[in-house]
C-alpha cells in the first residue's frame, strides 16, 4: 500500500492549481490509487478524514479521495457546477495543518460532479451541508487555495481539540 506524506501549510506546491487529468492517458492512475491509499492509512491512524485531495500529496492532478457520504471513490476532474447563495460558517480542519482549525465561510450546498477512477461518474445537484463544506475545501485545494485564504476574519483560527469539544462531530 503506498502511502504518501502529506504536505504541510507552507510548502508551496499546496499554492499550484492542479492540472485536469486526461483520462486517455494512464500517468494519473498510480497518483489515483496512491492517494486513495493514504487516506486510508489517515483514517487508520488518526481516527478521522473524509477526504484527501492530490495536491496535498504532491500530486500535479485533479484528484479527490472520497470515504464519506458520497462514497469510497477517487473522484478525477472534480467540479462545482452550482453554489447555493446561502452561506455558512464552518469550522475547517486540513490534514496540511492538523492541529488548528479556521473559521471560513462556505456555500449551504453546492452542485458536484466528477468521473470515477474506476470509470463511473458522480453527479449531484445538491449537496447536503456538511457534504458541500468538505467538496469546498478539497476543490479549493486543487485550486491552491488553502482555508487560510479564506478566513471570516483576521485570527479566527483555533486548537481542533477546541472545536471537537465545542461542536458535535456529525454538525
Given at each position: 500500500m503506498?502511502?504518501?506524506p502529506?504536505?504541510?501549510f507552507?510548502d508551496?506546491?499546496?499554492?499550484?492549481?492542479?492540472?485536469?487529468?486526461?483520462?486517455?492517458?494512464?500517468?494519473?492512475?498510480?497518483d489515483a490509487?496512491?492517494?486513495?491509499?493514504?487516506?486510508?492509512?489517515?483514517?487508520?491512524?488518526?481516527?478521522?478524514?473524509r477526504?484527501?485531495?492530490?495536491?496535498?500529496?504532491?500530486?500535479?492532478?485533479?484528484l479527490?479521495?472520497?470515504?464519506?457520504?458520497l462514497?469510497?471513490?477517487?473522484?478525477?476532474?472534480?467540479?462545482?457546477?452550482?453554489?447555493s447563495?446561502?452561506?455558512?460558517p464552518?469550522?475547517?480542519?486540513?490534514?496540511?495543518?492538523?492541529?488548528l482549525?479556521m473559521?471560513?465561510?462556505r456555500?449551504?450546498?453546492?452542485?458536484?460532479?466528477?468521473?470515477r477512477?474506476?470509470?463511473?461518474?458522480?453527479?449531484?445537484?445538491?449537496?447536503?451541508?456538511?457534504?458541500?463544506?468538505l467538496?469546498q475545501?478539497?476543490?479549493?485545494h486543487?485550486?491552491?487555495?488553502?482555508?487560510?485564504?479564506?478566513?471570516?476574519?483576521?485570527?479566527?483560527?483555533?486548537?481542533?481539540?477546541?472545536?471537537r469539544?465545542?461542536v458535535?462531530?456529525a454538525?
Amino acid at each position: 500500500m503506498p502511502v504518501r506524506p502529506v504536505l504541510a501549510f507552507g510548502d508551496p506546491r499546496l499554492r499550484r492549481p492542479a492540472r485536469p487529468v486526461d483520462l486517455d492517458r494512464d500517468d494519473w492512475r498510480d497518483d489515483a490509487r496512491d492517494l486513495a491509499d493514504t487516506l486510508a492509512d489517515l483514517r487508520r491512524r488518526l481516527g478521522f478524514g473524509r477526504a484527501l485531495a492530490g495536491p496535498q500529496i504532491g500530486s500535479p492532478f485533479r484528484l479527490i479521495a472520497f470515504d464519506c457520504a458520497l462514497g469510497h471513490f477517487v473522484a478525477v476532474n472534480p467540479e462545482i457546477t452550482w453554489r447555493s447563495e446561502a452561506l455558512m460558517p464552518v469550522w475547517d480542519d486540513c490534514f496540511s495543518l492538523p492541529d488548528l482549525c479556521m473559521a471560513v465561510m462556505r456555500h449551504r450546498s453546492v452542485g458536484f460532479q466528477c468521473a470515477r477512477s474506476d470509470g463511473g461518474a458522480v453527479r449531484s445537484a445538491a449537496l447536503d451541508p456538511a457534504l458541500a463544506e468538505l467538496v469546498q475545501h478539497e476543490i479549493d485545494h486543487l485550486d491552491g487555495i488553502l482555508m487560510s485564504d479564506r478566513l471570516v476574519r483576521p485570527g479566527a483560527v483555533v486548537p481542533r481539540a477546541l472545536v471537537r469539544l465545542a461542536v458535535h462531530p456529525a454538525a
